[in-house]
């Protein structure tokens, strides 16, 4: 079964970090586009970041130009995104999507995978 699952949400004060890390079972990432996106309580899903299957290719959203870096390894099969310098504005569920035949590039949406999403919260 092809799925992503995220992990390394929690809560975090202002100013604070967290690696959030995406990772695929049941295929490889190697040549997959894998995208950052998060939603936040009554507001639209917002891309965020994306890596292009080789790594070469990186873009951020200007809400986290920055503050946050997309990462992969291959090897372990995982995409990594650090988050520095957090904000309460950062609060959101943050998913990770997967797909080989999208480039690159923010405000792209049609991933053929989803994961369930993590948890982050920022607060004092």
């Known amino acids: 079964q092809w799925q992503l699952v995220e992990s390394g949400g929690g809560l975090v004060q202002p100013g604070g970090s967290l690696r959030l890390s995406c990772g695929a079972s049941?295929?490889?990432?190697?040549?997959?586009?894998v995208a950052w996106f998060r939603q936040a309580p009554g507001k639209e899903r917002e891309g965020i970041s994306c890596?292009?299957?080789?790594?070469?290719?990186?873009n951020y959203a200007d809400s986290v130009k920055g503050r946050f870096t997309i990462s992969r390894d291959n090897a372990k099969n995982t995409v990594y995104l650090q988050m520095n310098s957090l904000k309460l504005d950062d609060t959101a569920v943050y998913i990770c999507?997967?797909?080989?035949?999208?480039?690159?590039?923010?405000?792209?949406?049609?991933?053929?995978?989803w994961g369930q999403g993590t948890q982050v919260t920022v607060s004092s």
């Open positions: 999507a997967a797909d080989q035949h999208v480039v690159c590039r923010i405000g792209i949406t049609a991933f053929g995978s």
């Open positions: 049941g295929f490889t990432l190697d040549d997959y586009t």
């Open positions: 890596i292009s299957g080789s790594g070469r290719i990186t």
